[in-house]
């Protein structure tokens, strides 16, 4: 029988923590974590899935049933990744322009930036959004498609819920995924080299 990790009425990062610990004292086996919003749910399976773990979601009366387990073969996603650790590479973007002084000259210059980014040989794995970046991220961001190139060429893109919230933008997110403070420090730790701008 599988283990129920009950996490309603608890707020990210809580749920993800709770799974988490619960898989790394583990070799194998199942959970179900239960949540009651949105944000939860999709943030436990993003661990889910970043673990390489099968997973799953059920919503039954308002509350969401994440079904994970963790097989054998898991701990082969594991070594992989830490095989690729040395070229984790993760660009954090804090503000909706690059730099100090004018505005204006600050929106041309993170355009430019993205677009170069995208266009260059070498490319972070991961782009952190938080704070005003979250902006750039949104609808009628000028950036959208420079940011829709390079989540093609694989980078993984995480916007700060919170910030957006701040900001009260979450239904015009554009691109990324809603991520959560205990991600965001996970995939900054884990990085072998950060460029914060």
Do not use: W
């Amino acid at each position: 029988m599988a283990k129920v990790i009950d996490c309603k009425g608890l707020n990210c990062p809580i749920p993800v923590v709770s799974t988490k610990k619960y898989f790394d004292s583990i070799e194998s086996g199942e959970a179900t974590t239960i949540v009651d919003n949105e944000v939860a749910k999709n943030n436990v399976m993003k661990f889910a899935q970043n673990n390489g773990f099968e997973a799953n979601v059920e919503e039954k009366e308002g509350l969401y049933y994440v079904n994970i387990k963790k097989g054998e073969g898991c701990s082969e996603c594991k070594g992989e990744s830490e095989g690729n650790k040395n070229t984790k590479f993760t660009i954090a973007i804090m503000d909706d322009k690059l730099g100090n002084g004018h505005e204006d000259l600050g929106k041309i210059l993170i355009k430019s930036y993205l677009f170069a980014l995208s266009e260059a040989d070498v490319i972070p794995t991961d782009l952190i959004f938080v704070n005003a970046g979250v902006k750039l991220t949104v609808e009628g961001s000028e950036v959208l498609e420079s940011l829709d190139k390079l989540k093609e060429r694989g980078v993984k893109i995480q916007v700060c819920g919170t910030c957006l919230d701040f900001y009260k933008i979450k239904e015009e997110l554009k691109i990324g995924e809603i991520s959560n403070m205990y991600s965001i420090v996970e995939t900054m730790n884990t990085s072998d080299k950060i460029v914060k701008l």
